[in-house]
Each structure stands twice: as C-alpha cells, then as structure tokens.
C-alpha cells in the first residue's frame, strides 16, 4: 500500500512523514477496512477511496494547525470521532500532541479502543460519551477541538465552548458549503481568525479548514457607591 499512498500525492502535503508513520497509517487504513466489513464504521469502502477521503483529508489539515498551536504538547478533543477520524490520522503524525477522541457509539468506541492497542498510540484517549456529558466533566480542559462531518457548525461550536481553555481555537473541517454555515454562527461570540483552503492531492473536491476562537466578554465592573 506504500507505494499508493505516495502515488495519491501524500508527499505533496509536505508533512516530511517518517516511515513508522507511514507504517502505522496503513495498519490503520486496513483495520478500518477489516472492521468496517461487519461493524459499519463508515460508508466509504475501498481501500483507495478509503486514503483519499479518510486518510489524507484528515492529515492535510496539519499544516494549517500547526501554524496556529503554539503549545509542545497540546490537548486536542476530537468531537464525534467516529472511526479516529481524523484524530488517529493526527495522532499518528503529531506524536507529541495529546488526542481526546469523543465518541458515543460503542462499537466506533471499541473499534479506537482496538486501533489504540494495535498501533501502541500513547498520546490518544478513547473517550466513550456524549460530548454534553464530557463538557460537564472536563470544562476548560483543551487548547483546541475539531471535528470532521460532524454536525453543523453552529451546534458544533455551541458543544466545544465549554471544552476550551480561555484562549483556546476550534478547527473546523469544513467543504464548500462553510460560507452558509458561517452565516449562522453570532460574530459577537466568534472570531474568525482564518478560512484555509486545503489541499487534497489528486482530489477534486473543494476542503476548507476554519479556524475559531471565542470572544471573551468582559465582565463589568460594579458602580462604587458614592
């Protein structure tokens, strides 16, 4: 499968991938595939189908986030990842960077259990729960969340709040449709710090990654009384 991986265009992300990753990304790729065949984790089957709008969607967001975590060994909550997607992915190439993946259906959760196990990721937690549920019990806790096809962006946003840190960032992955979807999000609570286009080599589909962080009201300071 190396030598697909590197015909679809991985190299072109320019991500400098070392051969332990590459390894491990296609361990994963054909775990999903096994699982996938009884456990339905996804709707895309194929191997080829599978790197193209899995794999390398998930991993071309890199050097976007990159420019914009500042810390060495950030917390990351992935919301509703499904199949690892596309926290696995991130894991796998940002070793350093630790990765929540939030999950409420059991079978996807044993399948990231599983994928956690095989490939020995120690900076991934399998979180099997509804995000409403982890915002209660971990508030403030990440620098960043994300999320890919997830839910729309206002809901999504809504349930990442609680789980930021005071100067914390949402990522968004996002297709052509972002525009719409920014039209409902309240510009007074969110700042739009960027709108990146992303490459998908040999893709011919629009991907656009957004880039928020929330407006943190002040609170107003009491009138002495004279």
């Known amino acids: 499968m190396t030598k697909d991986l ?6 072109d992300l320019g991500l400098n991938l070392s051969n332990k990753s590459i390894v491990d990304l296609e361990l994963f790729l054909q775990e999903m595939g096994r699982w996938n065949q009884v456990h339905n984790l996804t709707a895309i089957e194929g191997e ?11 991993i071309a967001v890199l050097p976007v986030m990159r420019q914009f975590v500042q810390s060495v060994s950030p917390r990351i909550a992935d919301l509703g990842s499904g199949g ?3 926290a696995i992915p991130i894991a796998i190439v940002q070793p350093s960077w630790q990765l929540s993946l939030i999950e409420a259906v059991r079978k996807k959760t044993a399948f ?8 020995g990721l120690q900076n ?5 729960d509804r995000v409403e549920n982890v915002a209660m019990q971990q ?12 839910t729309h962006l206002a809901r999504f ?14 990522f968004a992955m996002k297709s052509k449709r972002a525009d719409e979807e920014m039209a409902n999000v309240c510009k007074d609570d969110w700042r739009l710090l960027a709108d990146e286009s992303v490459f998908i080599p040999n893709l011919s589909v629009e991907r656009r990654l957004l880039v928020l962080s929330p407006v943190r009201k002040s609170i107003p300071t009491p009138l002495s009384k004279t």
């Open 157 to 170: 946003l809504n349930l990442a709040l609680p789980l930021l840190k005071p100067d914390g960032l949402v």
């Open 124 to 128: 991934i937690q399998v979180i099997s």
């Open 6 to 11: 590197l015909a679809l265009g991985i190299e």
């Open 112 to 119: 990231l259990q599983h994928i956690r196990g095989k490939l």
């Open 84 to 86: 690892g997607l596309p």
């Open 139 to 150: 508030p403030g806790q990440y620098d960043a969340v994300i999320s890919r096809a997830f």
């Open 48 to 58: 080829k189908d599978s790197i193209r709008l899995h794999l390398i969607d998930s």
